[in-house]
């Protein structure tokens, strides 16, 4: 990840919320564009952290379907149990219950997987307070968002 620009705190912590929300999730679906010859396959790359996050930790068992659907190619979604919990860049969601990150989609797919793995590595989430008392507790959605546009980051 050295390549890539720096991203804040703030993205940081929200990324790793997402991550979280993922690997308490049994059964999810990413929504992310449509495929274009010139871009990522956004739906390989999530089959692909799935299984891995299964291998590194067989107590998660999660399910996924994938729709590439979406016009909007700055945004991906992720619902869990038909709701929806997550979105990558594009413009700020209605709802304060979606964990929103700003910015670049392959930036933030980099993070995420990482903290994904990490957590799937720590035994997560069958490990209590494996990253701190507060890790998961008392998330402030909206204050995130407040942070994440005071650094500027879009």
């Known amino acids: 990840m050295t390549d890539e620009p720096a991203i804040t705190q703030s993205h940081i912590q929200s990324i790793r919320e997402c991550a979280r929300r993922l690997l308490t999730s049994s059964s999810v679906m990413l929504i992310c564009p449509a495929k274009k010859p010139e871009s990522k396959n956004?739906?390989?790359?999530?089959?692909?952290?799935?299984?891995?996050?299964?291998?590194?930790?067989?107590?998660?068992?999660?399910?996924?379907?994938?729709?590439?659907?979406?016009a909007d190619d700055s945004k991906m979604k992720i619902f869990a149990d038909g709701v929806d919990i997550v979105q990558f860049g594009g413009a700020e969601p209605k709802l304060e219950s979606v964990c929103w990150v700003i910015g670049d989609l392959n930036i933030i797919w980099n993070?995420?997987?990482?903290?994904?793995?990490?957590?799937?590595h720590a035994?997560?989430?069958?490990?209590?307070?494996?990253?701190?008392?507060?890790?998961g507790k008392d998330w402030s959605e909206k204050t995130s968002r407040e942070?994440?546009?005071?650094?500027?980051?879009?």
């Not at 993070?111 to 799937?120: E, V």
């Open 111 to 120: 993070y995420f997987k990482k903290n994904c793995l990490d957590l799937a």
């Open 42 to 70: 956004w739906g390989v790359q999530f089959h692909n952290l799935i299984i891995n996050l299964m291998d590194l930790n067989p107590a998660l068992v999660i399910s996924i379907e994938q729709e590439s659907n979406i």
């Open 123 to 135: 035994g997560y989430p069958g490990c209590e307070n494996c990253f701190g008392e507060s890790f």
């Open 147 to 154: 942070m994440m546009k005071i650094s500027g980051q879009k």
